[in-house]
């Protein structure tokens, strides 16, 4: 029953990291990392380059965390693996967030 409730952890971290990571590719195209922009600037090389790179850290971010919540979960008992999922999480998401915040900036930069 336990592998279950592992299983379900793991793949919903695997499920928020898929989704952060195609976030840019999915969004539409007069809008770019929540910053809205012309069509035309869209396959800009600058902003195709930040979209790369943005699922890049996405994915091997999430890939980290992920391992370590893999490596955490079996030696935690069942309070501790709740709230090393939830820290996990937010801490997966604020450190995107950061990123986020400096491709903004230099978004606004190139236009």
Known sequence: MKW??????????????????I???????????GIAIPQEVYNKPTLVQFRKRYAHNCAILGGIVTILLI???PVLNE???????????????SDLSLFITISSSLTRSFM
Request: charged residues 10%.
């Open 4 to 21: 279950i409730m592992y299983g379900t952890i793991i793949l919903l971290q695997i499920f928020v990291v898929a989704i952060m990571a």
């Open 23 to 33: 976030t840019p590719y999915i969004t539409r195209k007069t809008e770019s990392f």
């Open 71 to 73: 490596g955490l979960i």
């Open 79 to 93: 309070n501790s693996r709740s709230v090393a999922y939830v820290v996990s999480l937010f801490g997966y998401l």
